[in-house]
Structures are given as structure tokens and as C-alpha cells.
Nanobody, 115 residues
Framework: QVQLVESGGGLVQPGGSLRLSCAGSGLTFSIYSMGWYRQAPGNQRELVARISRGGNTNYADSVKDRFTISRDNAKNTVFLQMNSLKPEDTAVYYC?????????WGQGTQVTVSS
């Protein structure tokens, strides 16, 4: 079955960096649009960044110029490089994979930005 497994979350100080990874299995990774979402307590899940199968990217305004999404189809992995982290970036981060009507989610990884 399809699995998306996120890793790389943790506790970081404001201004710091983290790199999240999401490894996919059980799917033809290269044909899927991949995304990163986040959900803070009491908030709805929101899109952070998305990368198409062709490599086109889009970002939430709140993370533009700080976060970078990329993918390595040979490794079935999508990444989210997060720089200049702020306390308001604290959330559970989820990756997703979309192709047509198919839509899969990972289990999430916690990112906490605090001094």
C-alpha cells in the first residue's frame, strides 16, 4: 500500500533551520504532485508549499523566501528546507501526494520553534 513517511522535525530556536523529508513507497512517485501542509493546535491544516511533477513550485505567502520545496524522484522523496524559522511556524507538518483522484497523506512530524 502507499506510505508517506515524514522525518526531520524537532525543536529549533527562532532563526534556525530544519530540513524535512517525506519518503514515499507503494506509488509511482514521479507522477504525483507533492505538497507540505501544516496544522497548529486550534487551526485548520494549511498549505505550506507544493511541487508539481514537472518541478513547478508554489508557496504560502507566510513562508515565501524562507522555505524551499524540492523533490528527488530517484529517491522517492520530497524535501522542505525551512530557514529563518519563527515561533509561528510551530505545527505538525504533513506531506501529501496527489494524482487525479488519488490523494495520500503522511502521518506528520512535529516542528517546534522556541527559545
Amino acid at each position: 500500500q502507499v506510505q508517506l513517511v515524514e522525518s526531520g522535525g524537532g525543536l529549533v530556536q527562532p532563526g534556525g533551520s530544519l530540513r524535512l523529508s517525506c519518503a514515499g513507497s507503494g506509488l509511482t512517485f514521479s507522477i504525483y504532485s507533492m505538497g507540505w501542509y501544516r496544522q497548529a493546535p486550534g487551526n485548520q491544516r494549511e498549505l505550506v508549499a507544493r511541487i508539481s511533477r514537472g518541478g513547478n513550485t508554489n508557496y504560502a505567502d507566510s513562508v515565501k523566501d524562507r522555505f524551499t520545496i524540492s523533490r528527488d524522484n530517484a529517491k522517492n522523496t520530497v524535501f522542505l528546507q525551512m530557514n529563518s524559522l519563527k515561533p509561528e511556524d510551530t505545527a505538525v507538518y504533513y506531506c501529501d501526494a496527489r494524482y487525479g483522484l488519488e490523494h495520500f497523506w503522511g502521518q506528520g512530524t512535529q516542528v517546534t520553534v522556541s527559545s
